[in-house]
């Protein structure tokens, strides 16, 4: 949906000269980012106010989007896909974040939420097979992702000290999603390596 609404975007755009054909492709690119940015953001915000935890929603987007954006992670084959099952890990967390003002799972969170981080830390950044890094890409999102983490693991250990749940949970459940997307990119990586090996076996 998304996808289509990026190229409808260009294309009028094209159509009233005010791109040229060279440029098509990097105005759908940075429109589907755009639309993609605003729709998820619109439906977190919804599903935090229909929940009653709206600046926790927002807290979680926001930090959850600056890790995504360097480590990397999971990606789905189809955009119709990737829509469904982002839809799903947001709703997911923001109900988890409303559970937390009925029931205390803070202790089980944090220790999950540190070997979320040693599995961030291992992992990141991960590629995909359609948008490889460079070395220098790596080296440049291994730095950024780190320095994420840091900022993110900070501002966990000031939440638990000053006691605001409203930001740790958030903030916890981010890394969590974060390692589980890496944890599903390597997997899903793995498997494409080994079914090209036994393509290549096949062949010879």
């Keep these: 949906m998304i996808n289509k609404l990026s190229v ?5 755009l094209l159509k009233h000269n005010a791109i040229s054909d060279d440029e098509k492709e990097l105005y759908e690119y940075g429109i589907f980012i755009l639309l993609s940015y605003l729709f998820y953001s619109f439906f977190t915000i919804t599903c935090g106010f229909a929940l009653k935890c709206i600046g926790s929603s927002i807290a979680f987007y926001f930090t959850f989007q600056i890790i995504r954006k360097f480590a990397g992670g999971y990606h789905a084959l189809t955009e119709t896909r990737c829509e469904i099952l982002s839809m ?13 003002k009925t029931y205390d799972y803070q202790i089980a969170l ?4 540190a070997l979320s981080a040693v599995c961030i830390f291992s992992l990141c950044p991960l590629d995909t097979k359609e948008k490889p890094l460079t070395k220098e890409e790596f080296k440049r999102f291994r730095r950024c992702s ?13 939440s638990v000290t000053l006691r605001i749940k409203s930001i740790l ?10 390692s589980i997307l890496l944890i599903a990119g390597k997997i899903k990586k793995l498997r494409e390596k080994d079914a090209e090996k036994q393509s290549l076996r096949n062949i010879s």
């Design 110 to 113: 944090i220790i999950i939420t």
């Design 169 to 178: 949970y958030p903030t916890c459940l981010s890394l969590i999603l974060e």
């Design 8 to 12: 409808l975007a260009a294309n009028q």
């Design 146 to 158: 780190m320095f994420t983490l840091t900022i993110i693991s900070a501002i966990i250990i000031l």
């Design 88 to 100: 799903i890990s947001i709703l997911a967390v923001i109900v988890l974040i409303r559970l937390s």
